[in-house]
C-alpha cells in the first residue's frame, strides 16, 4: 500500500485490491463483534495501515467500499467518522499521486531502451523519477492550499538529487581465499545520452559517495547534500532485483559445493563461468581449456630435465608440481617454506630457463616474469598472496654501483626468504576515526623461484633459500629452443596434473606428514656434509614430495612405466641432495667472517689497507713512501683488540671481491652476526657492538674486534 518496504517483485493492481480487502474485513468484523460484546472495544481504525487500505478500496472497488462503511457504523462505540472520512480522502489523493508518478516512469517520459534497466529497477518506487532533464529526482506529496476557493489539494513535487542517471547492475562477492569483500557494480547515462562505463567498487567506497566524480568525472553532477539520497535511491533499485555473483581474486585451489577447483587468469580448472579478477602482471597465468594429447604433453615436461645439469633441472621443474600441493600441505600443518634463488653471471639464461619452468602455468618468456626485484618488497609480497599453489618467479638482483641501492635489492630478497620460510606477511597498523587497527599482512600461498647474478647470502639467510648456481654453459640451447616452440604442452600437462589431482587433495592432506617425515630422515641419513641445516632437509623432503607426486600421476597416465620413472626419482633424489650438500659446503666456506677476516689480510700484504697505532702515529710507510695510497681501517692492537672502521674496512674487501670476480657482497650488519656469533667482538659490557671512542684526543665510530680474528704478527699493523 506504501513505497515503503517495497517487496523485490512490485504488487499487482488485483493484489493490491485483495490485500485492502483483507485488511478492511478485518477492521469490519472487529466492529460487527463489539455490538454483541459490550466488553469488546473495536479500537478506532485510524492507524495509517487501515487509512490506506480504506482509501485504496474507496478508489477502486466504491461497492465493497459502501458495504464496509455500512459495517463500520454499527460499531460501538462509534468513531469520529468526520475525522475517519477525512484522513481516507487525503490519502486516496496521495495514492492518485504516487500512483501518476510511477505511471510516469513507467512510460519513461519517453525515454530510449538504454534507460530500461534503470526504470525496471524504479519500478513501484513512487518517491523518486527519471526527470525530463535525464537526470533523477525525489517526488514528495505537497499538500497545496487555495486562498482564493478555500480549497486544499495534493500534487506532486519534483525536486532533482543528480544530473544523470545511475542504477545497480549487480552486487559482487570479491573472495581473495581467506576473507570475501562486498562490492557493487554500476551503470550509468549522462543527459546528453552518453552511456558511463560499468565500474565496480567496494562498498566503502559506495558509501562515501566520492565515486561518481572520482571515476566518472566532472559531469556526473549531484546536487548540494543530496549524495546521501542518491544512495538511498540506489540501494531501493537493487531492492528490486539485481543479481549476486562472487568474483575469485586469487590463483589456485577453492573449494566449490563439495569439489576441488583450481583458479587461473583464464576461469578455473573443474568448473564453468568462473569469474576471475587479478593483477595485470599474474594475467599470463592462464591455463588452456583442453588437452589433445595428454601422453605427448607430459613426455614435454620430461625432456625439460635434459635441458640443463641435473642439479638444476631437477630441483626447479619439482618446485612447479610441488606448488599445487600446497593446499594439502596447508592443511595438514606443514606448508613448505622453500625459496629457491637461482644465480649465475649474465648470459647464463635464468630467466630464460625459469620462464620455461612457469610456462607449466601459462605463457611466459624471459621478458613477461611476473615479478623482478625492482618491485617493493610489499608489491611482492601481495603478488605471493595471491599467487596461491603457483609458482612465482621473481626476477634479476643484480650488482648495482651504488651501495645503497644494492643493499635495497638484497633487502629484497631477505624479506622474501623470511616471509617465505615463516609463512606469513608483515603486519600494519591501518589509522581509523578514534585509533589503530592491527591488519593482518598477506602471507606467501604458494612458492617463489628467484634469480640474480650474484650471492649475497650467508650464514642462517642462506639456510632459507635453495640455492642453485649457473653457468653460462649449462644449459643445452638446442633442447631450451626445442622446449620453448613446444610450450603450450607444457601448461597441457599442468592441466592434465591438476585434475588428476583435485579429488585427491582431502586424502592427501592425511598422508602427507608421514611421508615427509620419512624423507626428512632420509635426507637427514644420507647427508654427505654434516651440518646440514634442518631447513635445506626439509627442502629437499618438500621437493621430492613434487617430483614423487609428478612421476605418479605421469604413471598412471600412461605417459611413463614403473621403471622409467623410478630412474627418474632416482635421479632427482640425488640432484636435491646433492645440492644441499653443495650448499652447506658453501655455507661452511662461504662465511662471511671468514671472508671478511682473510680479505683484510690480503690487503694489509698488498700494503693496501692500514691500522694506525692508539697513539695516533703513522707508520712510516704512509709518511714518507706512499701517502694516500692505503686506506685507514682503524687501530690497534690495543690489549689484544683492534678498533675498526667497519664501512672502510668492508668498502675495500667488497672492491677486492669485485676485483677478483666474485659475485658476492658483504653486507654490515650480516658480517656483524657471523663475527659476534664466532665471539670474536671485544665490545665492553653495556655498549652495543659499534660505539664512540676516543682515540688521540678525537671521538672515532669504532667496532672493537679481538687481535685473534686478524691472525697477524705484532706489528703487522705498523707497516
Partial sequence: MSSEGSPTVSPTREGLLEEALRIVNEICERAERSVQDNNFDPGLPLEPRNIRALAYLWRNNPAEYNRAWSRLKRAKPAPDFTLLKSKIKAQAEVQSANEKTSAENSAGSGLDARYDAALRLMNGIADYRINEKGGLSRVTIEKIFDPATGDSAYETVDTPICDFVAWPVREILKDNGESRERSIELEGILPDSTPLPKICISMSEFSEMKWPGRIWGMKTAIRPFKEAELRFLLQKMAQNGIPE??????????????????????????????????PAKLQNYRLPETVPDLNAAIKAVIDLFDAGPARIMYPLVSMAFLSPLMEPFRMAGIEPGVLMYLWGPSGSRKSTIIALVLCMFGRFDNKTLPASFRDTPMSIELMAFIAKDVLLAVDDLYPAQDPKEQQKLVGVLEYLMRNQGDRQGRSRLVPGKHDYTLNSGHPPRGLIVASGELQPLSGSSLARAYTLHISPDDLDNDRIRTAQDRRELLSQAMVGYLTWLAPQLDDLSKRLPARFGELRERAIAEAEIQGRHGRLNEAVADMYIGLETFFRYAVESGALTEEEAGNHLKRGWDALNMGADEQTEMAQKGDASQIFFQAISDLLAQNKVYFASMDGSVPIWDREIMPGRRELIGWGPDDDVYYVLMDPAIKAVNELLRGQGENRILRKDILLDA????????????????YSKTINKRTRWVTPIKKQAFDMEEGTGEG
Fill in 245 to 278: 555473483s562472487s568474483v575469485y581474486t586469487f590463483l589456485g585451489w577453492k573449494h566449490i559445493d563439495g569439489k576441488w577447483i583450481y583458479l587461473h587468469a583464464g576461469g578455473a580448472i573443474g568448473a564453468e563461468n568462473v569469474e576471475i579478477e587479478l
Fill in 675 to 690: 663475527i659476534e656469533q664466532k665471539g670474536l667482538l671485544a665490545t665492553p659490557p653495556g655498549k652495543s657492538r659499534s
